[in-house]
């Protein structure tokens, strides 16, 4: 059975972090995916908030830490899903379509997928007017007509901090009350250039080379209308991709994401989370770097000085 220090699954920005950080401290390192490697941040167009890079796409990005990951000698590979993970003593045994690993540390960077609406131009605007996340493309539409698209927490944010940006911010919601916070609800609908429309849902998102109208319709009259923007920022909730790690029985939330420590520590001694799939608030780029350089070094610890400890508890 092919034997590890370390295994990764997933290959996004906190698992290729992770990668790096570990097969720098020696361990011998494998990341697996079940896709390419580079994770979410590849879809984005442009990339202007990561340190050091004015501009940047999420593509280069992306590009340049899986070779940067590979160069330092972790091996990656893609196309290979995990199915399973179990405890065979100290040793975690990892299962995927191709192959049986061992290993001494787990490390689960699997992310995050969004919820979509499902409407026709959804898939085909994505990048080109149509977003999942404000803060990373709420720039692109300085003094432009948005809309978002949904009604709790996650969106209501959106729309706050998109309302110090955009001249005008619809939201558009398919019930009649927001599911968000009341401190939060009160916030966004207090900014003069948010207007909501309650039961409304959305039909169609339309456009050229980039989105110019949203199709809308009322669930309640019927009623079908259209009206110009620029951008549809979709919140309509994410879920995490936690299945394996659950199965494993490590300690999840409500929602799915895995319960971390400030090391990154899961509810399990020698298993590690980082990134979109764990309880951290704060989903970018920069801050699943962080917790998959955290985990990767908690790795390294557990492994040369805390082997032989008993399971921690979570802190």
């Known amino acids: 059975m092919d ?5 990764i699954v997933g290959a996004g920005s906190a698992g290729l972090a ?8 020696g361990l011998k390192t494998l990341v697996l995916d079940e896709k390419l490697a580079g994770g979410n941040i590849s879809d984005a167009p442009k990339v202007e908030n ?15 830490m899986v070779s940067q990951c590979k160069n330092f000698g972790a091996v990656v590979h893609e196309l290979e899903l995990v199915e399973a993970v179990r405890f065979e003593g100290e040793i975690k045994v990892v299962v995927t379509n191709n192959a049986v690993y061992q290993t001494k540390v787990v490390i689960f960077a699997t992310g995050a997928y969004h919820k979509t609406v499902g409407v026709k131009g959804e898939k085909e605007f994505h990048g080109r007017g149509v977003s999942y996340c404000g803060v990373c493309d709420g ?10 698209v949904g009604g709790g927490n996650s969106a209501c944010a959106t729309s706050l901090y998109l309302s110090g940006l955009a001249s005008h911010v619809t939201i558009v919601h398919r019930r009649a009350t927001f599911r968000a916070e009341h401190s939060l ?8 250039n ?3 429309l309650w039961n409304v849902e959305v039909e169609e998102i339309k456009g050229d080379s980039k989105v110019r109208v949203l199709a809308v319709k009322n669930n309640v009259t019927g009623e079908k209308t259209e009206f110009d923007v620029d951008a549809v920022f979709v919140q309509v909730g994410e879920v995490p991709n936690s299945v394996v790690a659950k199965t494993f029985g490590v300690e999840t939330d409500a929602a799915g994401y895995i319960k971390v420590n400030m090391r990154q520590e899961t509810s399990f001694s020698g298993i590690y989370a980082a990134g979109d799939v764990t309880t951290h608030p704060v989903k970018q780029v920069g801050t699943a770097i962080g917790q998959g350089i955290t985990a ?11 082997y032989k400890t008993a399971p921690k508890n979570m802190g």
Do not use: H, M, Q
């Open 50 to 64: 990561y340190p050091g890079f004015t501009e940047i796409s999420g593509r280069e990005l992306s590009e340049r």
């Open 139 to 148: 720039p692109f539409f300085k003094g432009k007509k948005v809309a978002v």
């Open 3 to 7: 034997c590890w220090d370390v295994i």
């Open 296 to 306: 990767a070094l908690e790795a390294y610890n557990y492994i040369t000085v805390l």
């Open 185 to 192: 609800v009160l916030d966004v609908t207090s900014k003069f």
């Open 18 to 25: 992770a990668g790096i950080y570990a097969v720098r401290s």
């Open 194 to 196: 948010v207007n909501v």
